[in-house]
C-alpha cells in the first residue's frame, strides 16, 4: 500500500493514465497477487447508479457543505480551485485543509497534460528531470563516471538509453509501428474457429505481447511464503471496474463515447472502414459486458474479505475441470508454467463463466476484444497521429488541457518499461549512504513508537498482543535502494541502428520477464529484492514479505532533506512511515502473519473487536459526500484510511515526548503535505476508483480525530472541524 495512488496502470485502458499521470494520493503496495473472489455471485443491473458529476458552481450551491443524511456535512472537496475562491475568511476551526492549504491552492496551476497537482506531483516532476539528466547527459559523461568500475551498471544505463532513444525514434514508429503492429495482429484476424484461437492463444508471442482471455503470472504463494504460486486472474476489462458495465447499455455511460473515439480512430489506422471500426467495438464491450458480472469490482477488490475470496488453489485436474470449454491448460503451458507446486484461480466464477463463454457462437467477439484492447495498449507505442489522439481522449475524460512534453514523456516510458534497471542507475547518481543511515534511523524511531501502540491496544489478548509484535519485530526495511538487485544481464534490447523498434523491444522486454518468471517456480522467494522501483516517489507495505519500502523518489523536495526541524519530518516523512507500518495491521494486513503467509493469528474475540472499530470507520467515511448526491465508500477506503490514522497517531505520540514541540507548525505541515488543486473529473474518479481518502480528507477526517488539534486551534462544540469524543475514530 503506497504512499501515492495505488494505480499506476489499468491495463488497456484510458483510465490507467488519468490516475497514473495526474495523481499521487497515498498508499497502495506492490499488489497482493490475485483480484478475485471464489464465490459465485452475478449483480444486479439495477441496483448500478453511475451519479451525475455535478457542475462545479452547484456543488457551491450549498454552504458551507453538502448533504450527509439530511445534514448539512461542513467541509467541501477543497482540492477544487473554485472552492477555495469560495471562501473568502478560511478559519481553521471550520475546515482546516481550507485554512492551512487556500494561499498555496490560489497561487499554483494545474501543469499541462495533468489533472491535478500537488506535492507528490511537484516532487515526480523534480525526478523526472533527475532521470532526464541521466538518460540524455551524454556530453558530460556524469552517468559514464559511474559505470566504471560497474560493469552491470554500465549495461543498465545502456538498456535505459536504447529504450529512451527508441521512444523518441518519431520517424522509425512512423515508418514501423503501425506495420509491426498489423503483423503481430493478424494471426488473431485470421482464426476462423474456436480451436484456430486456441492455437493463437498457447503461442508464447500471443503471451508476451497480445492482451489475453486470462492473466497468469508468478507470485509468493499465499500459503506459503517462501515459494512462489502461479496465479490465474480475469482478463481485464477496458472500462477497469466491472461495475460500470452494469450501468453501460451503450450510451448511458458518460465514458464510454471516449473509449469508442479512441477505439475507431485505432482500428481504422490498421485498415478497418468506419463500419467495421463500429462492429468490432460493439463486440468488443458486449463480451466483456457478458464477463462483467463475474468479475470483482473495484469496492469489492478492497473490502477486507477479498484476499480470502481470492485464495483458491488448485490442482491442474481441478483447473481443467473448473475451466470448461476455456483453454486454460494451453494457456499455462503458452507461458511455460504448466509444471508449477502451486496454482492459484483468484476468480472461479470468472473462470466457469468462461468456461461458458469459449465457443462458437462467441468467436468474432472473443477476437475482437483481444484486437480491441490490444490497440489501446499499444497507443502508445505507434505514431504520432495514435499517441496524440489518446493524449486528446484523455484529456476529455480527465479535465486535463494540453500535454506532457517528450522528454518527460519518454522518462516515463523508460520508468515503467525499465524500472530497476533505471533505479540502478539513478540510485548510483542520486543516493547517499548517509541519506540511507538518516531514513532507517527514523524509520526504527517509528517502529519502536508503533511497539508501544500494539502494547496499550485495550482490545487485543495478550496471545493476539504477541504475534502482532512478533509481526512487527519481523517487519523487513527496504530503505532508499536495494542492497541487492537482480541479474539482468540476459536483457537485451535491440537498437535501432541495428533494425530495433519500439514494438520489437516490448517484445523483448516481454520475453524476458516471461523467461525471469519461468525461473523462478521450485525455487525460494529471494526477499532481498524489491517490488519498487528505487526511483518511485511512493512508500509501500507489501504484506507478501511483511516490508516496508521508503523508496528514494520520495526522500526529496519538500519530503525530506537532511536538517529539517523534527515537526516538518514528522509531519512528512514520519507520517508516511507510520503509515506503512500501520499497514501491516489495517483490515487487509492483519490477515497476515510475520513471513507473509495468509493467516489468521488473531483470536476469534480480538478480531471482532476490530471489526467493530473499523465498522465504525467505514460508517464515518460513507456519510461524507465530497460531490452533491456522491458518497464516498468506507469500504473501498476502509484500509487506507485506517493507516491514515495510526501513522499520524505514531508520530503525535513522539511529538508528546518532545520539549516545546510546535503542534501548530506540525498541524500546518502535515496538511501541506496534502495540499492538492485538481479537476472535477479527477476528484469523481477518485471517489469512485481509488482506494485511499481524497486528499482534503486526508488531512480534515484524520486531525479532527486527536485532541493535541483541539487544543492547539481552541476548536469548540458547534465548529465544522470538530467532532464529539465519542465518535471519534480509534482502530488502534
Known amino acids: ?158 538498456l535505459v538509453r536504447t529504450y529512451h532513444e527508441l521512444w523518441l525514434d518519431w520517424d522509425g514508429r512512423s515508418e514501423r509501428s503501425i506495420r509491426d503492429l498489423q503483423e503481430l ?35 509468493s504463494d499465499l500459503n506459503d511464503a517462501e515459494h512462489y504460486a502461479v496465479y490465474i486472474d480475469p482478463c481485464q476489462v477496458l472500462f477497469g471496474d466491472s461495475m460500470y458495465y452494469r450501468m453501460m447499455d451503450y450510451g448511458d455511460w458518460k465514458y464510454e463515447p471516449y473509449y469508442s473515439e479512441l477505439g475507431r480512430f485505432l482500428l481504422t489506422k490498421i485498415g478497418y472502414t468506419d463500419s467495421e471500426a463500429e462492429q468490432a467495438l460493439d463486440n468488443c464491450f458486449s463480451f466483456e459486458k457478458d464477463m462483467a458480472p463475474y468479475i470483482m469490482t473495484t469496492e469489492e477488490n478492497n473490502a477486507e474479505d477479498a484476499t480470502a475470496r481470492q485464495n483458491n488453489p488448485r490442482t491442474m485436474l481441478q483447473l481443467a475441470e473448473e475451466a470448461g470449454a476455456f483453454p486454460i491448460l494451453e494457456i499455462l503451458s503458452a507461458h511455460g508454467f504448466e509444471k508449477a507446486d502451486s496454482y492459484i484461480v483468484t476468480e472461479p466464477s470468472w473462470l466457469r463463466a468462461m468456461g461458458r463463454l469459449y465457443n462458437r457462437a462467441n468467436l468474432q467477439r472473443m477476437k475482437d476484444y483481444l484486437l480491441v484492447t490490444c490497440l489501446m495498449d499499444y497507443a502508445d507505442w505507434l505514431d504520432r497521429d495514435c499517441y496524440e489522439k489518446k493524449a486528446e481522449v484523455l484529456n476529455g475524460i480527465n479535465g486535463a488541457e494540453g500535454m506532457i512534453d517528450d522528454a518527460t514523456a519518454a522518462s516515463h516510458a523508460v520508468d515503467e518499461f525499465l524500472p530497476m534497471q533505471l533505479g540502478r542507475v539513478y540510485t548510483a547518481a542520486y543516493v547517499t549512504d548517509e541519506m540511507k543511515e538518516e531514513v532507517t534511523e527514523i524509520v ?75 525461473k523462478k517456480l521450485g525455487t525460494e522467494v529471494d526477499r532481498r529484492i524489491w517490488g519498487a522501483s528505487p526511483q518511485t516517489v511512493n512508500a509501500f507495505y507489501d504484506p507478501s514479505d511483511n516490508s516496508v519500502t521508503i523508496c528514494a523518489g520520495i526522500l526529496g523536495g519538500s519530503f525530506y532533506h537532511s536538517g529539517m526541524e523534527l515537526e516538518d519530518l514528522l509531519a512528512s516523512v514520519g507520517d508516511t512511515v507510520g503509515h506503512e507500518i500501520s499497514h501491516a495491521f489495517d483490515s487487509s494486513g492483519r490477515q497476515f502473519d510475520e513471513k507473509g503467509n495468509f493467516h ?68 500546518e505541515s502535515y496538511a501541506e503535505t496534502w495540499h492538492s488543486i485538481s479537476t472535477s473529473e479527477t476528484e469523481y474518479y477518485l471517489i469512485t476508483q481509488d482506494s485511499h481518502p481524497l486528499a482534503y480528507l486526508r488531512i480534515n477526517a484524520v486531525v479532527q480525530q486527536f485532541e493535541p488539534f483541539y487544543e492547539t486551534y481552541d476548536v469548540q462544540p458547534g465548529d465544522g472541524m470538530y467532532l464529539a469524543p465519542e465518535d471519534r475514530l480509534e482502530v488502534w
Open 185 to 219: 495482429l493478424a494471426p488473431l484476424q485470421a482464426a476462423d474457429s474456436v480451436d484456430a484461437l486456441t492455437d493463437f492463444l498457447a503461442q508464447p508471442l500471443t503471451v508476451i505481447s497480445v492482451e489475453e482471455l486470462a492473466s497468469c503470472y508468478v507470485a
Open 600 to 667: 489468521d493469528w488473531w483470536t476469534e474475540e480480538d478480531a471482532e473487536a476490530f471489526r467493530a472499530r473499523a465498522q465504525k470507520l467505514v460508517d464515518y467515511y460513507d456519510g461524507i459526500y465530497p460531490f452533491e448526491g456522491v458518497s464516498c465508500s468506507g469500504t473501498l477506503v476502509e484500509a487506507e484510511a485506517i493507516a491514515d490514522l495510526v501513522g499520524f497517531k505514531c508520530v503525535l505520540r513522539i511529538a508528546a515526548g518532545q520539549e516545546d514541540f510546535d503542534y501548530k507548525r506540525f498541524f
Open 444 to 518: 526504527e524511531m517509528i517502529r519502536g513508537e508503533y511497539r508501544g501502540i500494539l502494547e496499550e491496544a485495550p482490545f487485543l489478548s495478550d496471545a493476539t498482543k504477541q504475534e502482532a509484535l512478533r509481526k512487527l519485530s519481523s517487519l523487513q526495511l527496504r530503505i532508499a535502494k536495494p542492497d541487492v538487485w537482480e541479474d539482468d544481464s540476459g536483457l537485451q534490447i535491440t537498437p535501432a541502428s541495428e533494425g530495433g523498434s519500439l514494438i520489437s523491444a516490448q517484445e523483448e522486454m516481454g520475453t524476458y520477464i516471461l523467461q525471469s518468471e519461468q
Open 1 to 158: 500500500m503506497n504512499r501515492r495512488s495505488g494505480i499506476k496502470n489499468l491495463p488497456a485502458a484510458l483510465m490507467a493514465l488519468l490516475l497514473a499521470a495526474a495523481v499521487l494520493a497515498g498508499c497502495a503496495s506492490p499488489a497482493l497477487p490475485g483480484q478475485g473472489h471464489g464465490a459465485e455471485q452475478v449483480y444486479d443491473a439495477e441496483e448500478a447508479q453511475e451519479p451525475d458529476l455535478t457542475d462545479d458552481e452547484e456543488i457551491l450551491a450549498e454552504d458551507p457543505g453538502h448533504n450527509r443524511d439530511g445534514e448539512i456535512y461542513p467541509w467541501m472537496d477543497s482540492s477544487l480551485r473554485q472552492v477555495m475562491e469560495y471562501v473568502d475568511e478560511p478559519d481553521a476551526r471550520e475546515d482546516f485543509a481550507i485554512y492551512a492549504n487556500r494561499e498555496w491552492s490560489l497561487s499554483h496551476e494545474i501543469p499541462e497534460g495533468y489533472s491535478s497537482y500537488d506535492m507528490f506531483t511537484e516532487r515526480q516532476m523534480e525526478v523526472d528531470r533527475e532521470i532526464i539528466a541521466l538518460l540524455t547527459d551524454v556530453e558530460d559523461g556524469d552517468a559514464e563516471q559511474l559505470t566504471k568500475k560497474d560493469p552491470a551498471l554500465q549495461h543498465d544505463l545502456d
